[in-house]
C-alpha cells in the first residue's frame, strides 16, 4: 500500500491543531475556574489533547511502518501485518474516542457548576 503524503500531513496538521486546541480550552477552563472558586476539571481537556495527540502518532505508526511492510511482505506474513495494522488502528480510534469523551466531560462539568 501506498499512502497519500499530502493527505497525511493535512490530516496531522488537522489534528495536531485540534489537540493544541483542546489543551488551549483546558488552560481557559483552569483559569475560569478561579472565578468559581472550583479546581480540577481543567485537567479533562488538557488529558484530552494529549491523548489525541498520542492517537496521531500511533496513526503514523501504522502509515510508517506497517503500509511499507504491507507492500513488501511474503503472503505467509499478510495475515499477520494486516492483524497488527488493524489492532493499531483499533488503539488509534479508541484515543480519538478517548480524546473527545474527556474534553465532553470537563465541558459538561465546567455548564453544570456555572448554570447553577
Avoid at 505467509?76 to 480519538?96: R, W
Wanted: charged content about 10%; proline content about 3%; cysteine-free.
Amino acid at each position: 500500500m501506498r499512502p497519500n503524503i499530502f493527505a497525511e500531513i493535512l490530516f496531522a496538521v488537522g489534528i495536531l491543531l485540534f489537540a493544541f486546541s483542546f489543551i488551549v480550552n483546558g488552560l481557559i477552563i483552569k483559569r475560569l475556574l478561579k472565578i468559581i472558586r472550583k479546581t480540577g476539571i481543567w485537567v479533562f481537556p488538557f488529558m484530552g489533547g494529549i491523548v489525541l495527540i498520542i492517537g496521531t502518532f500511533l496513526h503514523f505508526v501504522k502509515v510508517g511502518f506497517f503500509f511499507p511492510a504491507l507492500r513488501a511482505a511474503d503472503p505467509g506474513d499478510l495475515f499477520i501485518l494486516i492483524v497488527n495494522s488493524l489492532k493499531i488502528g483499533t488503539y488509534e480510534s479508541i484515543s480519538i474516542l478517548a480524546a473527545g469523551v474527556l474534553s465532553l466531560l470537563g465541558g459538561v462539568i465546567y455548564n453544570v457548576w456555572t448554570s447553577h
